[in-house]
């Protein structure tokens, strides 16, 4: 097992591309820190996780506010355990025309998409083992593609920093050992993407659908399962000589 004996942390990871890296962590024998707002979603899927006999933990709060983001980061220090792997991953994708997007859209996506994963990694860096750790932040395609339909200047934006944001935090982390890499995944069909394509006019979620058919060169789009192999593989020691990097694993879509 290539994670045994390692504690991982996963923002969202109660739910979609997050709970699959869970799952996947879990298989390869790590223990597990979920952080996620709804204590209920969470209790279902440490429960579904100790099922196979994996050790969780859980964290009930908000990275998108301030006293959120702080306290869960003193629960994870009060856990006593070191942190060999933070995944940040929760995130929120906002699609609004750039000409009509308001102050507080701004201001939500930056805070859960870029402010959580800057502060938390700040935070939990000095828990980090003597040899190191890995952090993967979550990322998007969209960060530097653009698609008909989706206005996405708001995601866009958090995107791209977090990109950039890995590279220089993994530059300033490596004298620690701390490896720093970002997954960009294209799109997966989890109840973000549900609920985003649910709020579209009927006539743009047929033409979405048709776009997918013609966009993907592997033929579909992602399950939340096609990101955990990249996952542990960063948090393995496998990667020891990877760091800065940002993974697109989309099916192609960021080639044609
Ligand atoms: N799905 C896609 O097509 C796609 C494509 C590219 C990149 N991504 C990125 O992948 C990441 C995960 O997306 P997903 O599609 O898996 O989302 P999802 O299915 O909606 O799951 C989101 C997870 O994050 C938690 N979460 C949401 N807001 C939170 C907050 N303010 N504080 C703490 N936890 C919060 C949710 O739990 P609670 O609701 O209980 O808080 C849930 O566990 C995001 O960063 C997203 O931008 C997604």
Redesign the pocket.
């Known amino acids: 097992m290539r994670l045994a004996n390692t504690f991982a942390v996963v ?9 699959a890296i869970a799952e996947a962590f879990a298989r390869e024998g790590a223990d597990l820190c979920l ?4 204590p209920g ?1 969470l209790a279902d899927a440490a429960a579904r996780l100790a099922a196979n006999g994996t050790r969780v933990v859980t964290v009930a ?4 506010q301030p006293d ?1 983001l702080e306290r869960a980061a003193a629960e994870i220090g009060g856990f006593g355990r070191a942190v060999h792997t933070l995944v940040n ?5 906002t699609f609004v025309p750039y000409l009509e997007a308001d102050r507080a859209q701004y201001e939500h996506s930056v805070a ?2 870029v402010t959580a994963p800057f502060f938390l990694t700040q935070a939990l860096v000095p828990l980090m083992p003597a040899e190191g750790g890995a952090v993967i932040n ?4 969209f960060a530097g593609k653009m698609l008909p339909g989706r206005p996405s200047s708001l995601y866009s934006l958090t995107k791209g920093a977090l990109n950039s944001l890995t590279k220089a935090m993994a530059y300033e982390l490596a004298p620690r050992g701390i490896r720093v890499n970002a997954i960009a ?4 069909d ?4 549900r609920r985003t394509i649910a709020a579209m006019p009927e006539d743009d979620q047929r033409a979405m659908a048709e776009l997918v058919k013609r966009l993907y060169p592997l033929g579909r789009i992602g399950k ?1 399962g096609d990101l955990g192999g990249i996952a542990v593989f960063l948090a393995s020691p496998e990667a020891t000589w990877t760091t800065g990097a940002v993974f697109a694993i989309d099916g192609g879509l960021t080639i044609t």
């Open positions: 923002t969202g990871g109660s739910d979609g591309i997050g709970c952080v996620a707002r709804n979603k709060a908000d990275l998108g959120g991953n929760a995130g929120t994708a859960l998409n979550i990322s998007s395609y995944p294209g799109t997966v989890t109840e973000l993407r939340a």
